[in-house]
């Protein structure tokens, strides 16, 4: 199962949704790695009321197979919101990766794009390569609309282009559904169904 959140403030709305024991939960915090990741993870166990947290900042951690086993362990894991770029370099192939991949994941914010396997830089909104998990599917963060229209234009039709409003929670599990807030779903510019 993996969850796209629009920003920690969904993850109310999702847990709602989802209820699970905190004890369940392990919190990476390795998208947060340049903001304070220490901070963010705090702000999950916060809403959440618990969870383990594992910092996961450098390459050195993600390539350490007991942090893999942490998540292949865990109910469900948490990514919090940060540099989705940062993320996708710790993460890429190595064993967290590929327990990320396979876990039951809630991805918060820009680090939902991460998981599929084209995502969007969100530095200029360039599609590059994520991690595999989905690969009908870019999600991506609102972005002004000179920069929306030339993402939709480099992810082409061949794909859905799907933008996370804050309150948005959406659901994958061999299908895309939308479980609460809106989310504005593309192809090619013109609007799409999930």
């Known amino acids: 199962m993996f969850y796209a959140l629009g920003s920690l403030e969904a993850l109310t709305s999702w847990r709602a949704y989802e209820p699970v024991d905190p004890?369940?939960?392990?919190?990476?915090?390795?998208?947060?790695?340049?903001?304070?990741?220490?901070?963010?993870?705090?702000?999950?166990?916060?809403?959440?009321?618990g969870?383990?947290?594992?910092?996961?900042?450098?390459?050195?951690?993600?390539?350490?197979?007991?942090n893999a086993d942490a998540i292949r362990g865990a109910t469900f894991?948490?990514?919090?919101?940060?540099?989705?770029?940062?993320?996708?370099?710790?993460?890429?192939?190595?064993p967290v990766g590929d327990a990320l991949c396979e876990a039951s994941v809630v991805a918060i914010g820009s680090v939902s794009s991460v998981f599929g396997?084209?995502?969007?830089?969100?530095?200029?909104?360039?599609?590059?390569?994520?991690?595999?998990?989905?690969?009908?599917?870019?999600?991506a963060m609102p972005s002004e609309?000179?920069?929306r229209e030339r993402t939709q234009q480099l992810v082409g039709p061949q794909?859905?282009?799907?933008?996370?409003t804050p309150r948005a929670v959406l659901g994958y599990d061999e299908s895309?559904?939308?479980?609460?807030?809106?989310?504005?779903?593309?192809?090619?510019g013109a609007p799409a169904q999930l």
Not at 51 to 65: E, F, H, I, M, P
Not at 117 to 135: C, E, H
Not at 159 to 164: A, G, I, K, T, W
């Open 23 to 49: 004890n369940d939960v392990v919190i990476v915090g390795t998208a947060a790695a340049f903001i304070d990741a220490k901070r963010a993870m705090q702000a999950v166990v916060d809403t959440l009321g």
């Open 51 to 66: 969870g383990t947290v594992l910092a996961l900042t450098d390459r050195r951690s993600a390539l350490d197979q007991s």
């Open 77 to 94: 894991v948490i990514c919090v919101d940060g540099s989705a770029l940062h993320a996708r370099t710790i993460w890429r192939n190595s």
């Open 117 to 139: 396997t084209v995502m969007i830089d969100p530095r200029g909104g360039a599609p590059t390569t994520g991690l595999n998990r989905f690969d009908d599917v870019v999600l």
């Open 145 to 147: 609309a000179t920069q």
């Open 159 to 164: 794909l859905l282009f799907v933008e996370l």
């Open 176 to 188: 895309w559904r939308v479980i609460d807030g809106d989310v504005v779903v593309t192809r090619a």
